[in-house]
């Protein structure tokens, strides 16, 4: 009796094998080659330490993925079914209704990825959110401009990553944006979601709940503008708040509601962004029931000691969590020091040099995503890093001293022509 993972990543910073080794069944794993070789991977030439490996070419044919993974479930008497992409969780939810196994079904999942229906049920529940229309036509998307205002933000209704979100702060972008989105004599859409623009800094507050209660909640916020990953060519910082902090307590304490609102499932992760604004409210961007992106596992791994990853897997398996059991009842999860992480985004041009590694014992992750002499494309993602970094600090001033230190020297020392 095996587990079965959906994974649409690279394999490397995903050790499944090592993670569930106590998994009576073993893992069988399906993954993409073009994520694999994207990250600079070699792809494996055999099932190493799973049970069965599986390497499709992309996860792009929706039909081919499912029914690999349906076969492969039926042989090796899989169990469980493990999903962390955000492109990946209905179809892992679809396939556990299909197979009669435990974990987050349809409407558990989906909450999590319609974002009309997500805003909808937190702002039932009392819960601040931004003004917001699924927009189905230019003249939709005109009239709420009308009522309030620019800027407006565009994003897809079931979008991750940044990809496709366009903020407008002029008439004219505007204008130019909805006559590519609603062009003349289409059909209207049902997958645009246009919200008023909220002012103030993102927050995220990443955690898991296991067994129904929320063990994990990492409260952090970011130092830099989320949309303008194709734009920014300076250090992107984001580091976590002091657990003393007034504001991590508002904002853990608004993540809970918004997992009871939503229904979350009983073993998930989480990664909620809120707006900080600044007339002190605390505002819904939204919510994923999955591990945070990007470098933001490792920050959480670096401040408590667990990756949220890992975590989320065993759970989700039904395994133990030796660093969660044994904390007293009701008890969540303590940082043992501040964390934080330094990015610089991919842009479009040939790499002339990249960083000298940084050789500080309070660097714990450190890596560069491109080789000088390499022609790098804009980047698709905001995850898209050019180089990362996570950084440790006793107290979250002297964490932020370390990241804006590292992230001068990434700017002076990186080129790209």
């Known amino acids: 009796m095996s587990v079965l993972v959906l994974h649409r990543f690279p394999l490397g910073p995903f ?12 893992v069988v794993l399906i993954a993409a080659r073009d994520r694999i070789e994207q990250g600079g991977e070699r792809v494996p030439d055999g099932p190493g330490g799973y049970r069965h ?6 996860f792009d044919d ?10 492969l479930a039926r042989r090796h008497g899989v169990t469980h079914i493990v999903a962390h992409h955000e492109a990946e969780l209905l179809r892992a939810a679809l396939l556990r209704e299909e197979l009669a196994l435990p974990g987050p ?50 994003k897809a209704r079931d979008g991750f990553g940044s990809v496709g979100l366009r903020i407008v702060r002029t008439e ?73 902090d007034p504001v991590t307590a508002r904002l853990q304490a608004l993540t809970d509601e918004l997992l009871r609102a939503l229904g979350a499932p009983a073993d998930t992760a989480f990664h909620a962004e809120i707006f900080h604004t600044p007339d002190d409210r605390l505002v819904l961007c939204e919510i994923a029931c999955r591990p945070a992106g990007g470098r933001v596992r490792d920050v959480v791994q670096a401040a408590y000691g ?19 059991d044994r904390l007293p009842r009701g008890a969540r999860l303590t940082p043992h020091r501040m964390a934080g992480q330094v990015l610089i985004m991919k842009r479009a041009g ?30 698709a993602l905001s995850s898209d890093f050019l180089a990362a970094a996570v950084l440790t600090g006793d107290t979250r001033a002297a964490c932020e001293e370390r990241l804006r230190a590292l992230g001068e020297r990434f700017e002076r020392e990186i080129v790209v022509t």
């Open 306 to 324: 667990i990756h949220p990853v890992e975590y989320a897997a065993r759970a989700e398996a039904g395994l133990a969590l030796p660093a969660l």
């Open 53 to 58: 490996l599986e390497i499709l070419d992309s």
């Open 105 to 154: 079904r349809r409407d558990d999942v989906l909450p999590f990825r319609d974002k009309v229906l997500m805003k909808e049920r937190a702002a039932a529940a009392g819960i601040d959110v931004a003004p917001h229309t699924l927009a189905r036509t230019a003249a939709d998307a005109r009239d709420f401009a009308e009522r309030h205002g620019l800027p407006l933000v565009f």
């Open 172 to 244: 004219e972008e505007l204008a130019d944006h909805i006559d590519r989105e609603f062009p003349a004599g289409a059909a209207p859409r049902t997958d645009v979601l246009v919200e008023a623009f909220v002012p103030g800094r993102m927050c995220h507050v990443d955690g898991l709940v296991a067994g129904g209660r929320t063990a994990v909640s990492c409260a952090s916020q970011y130092q830099y503008d989320l949309a303008s990953f194709q734009t920014d060519r300076g250090a992107r910082i984001d580091l976590t708040l002091d657990p003393d």
């Open 15 to 26: 050790p499944y094998d090592r993670w569930l080794a106590d998994h009576d069944g073993g």
């Open 62 to 71: 929706d039909e081919a993925v499912t029914r690999r993974a349906l076969e």
């Open 350 to 379: 040939e790499v002339r040099a990249v960083p000298t590694p940084p050789a500080e014992p309070y660097v714990e992750f450190y890596e560069v995503f491109a080789r000088p002499g390499q022609r790098l494309a804009p980047a």
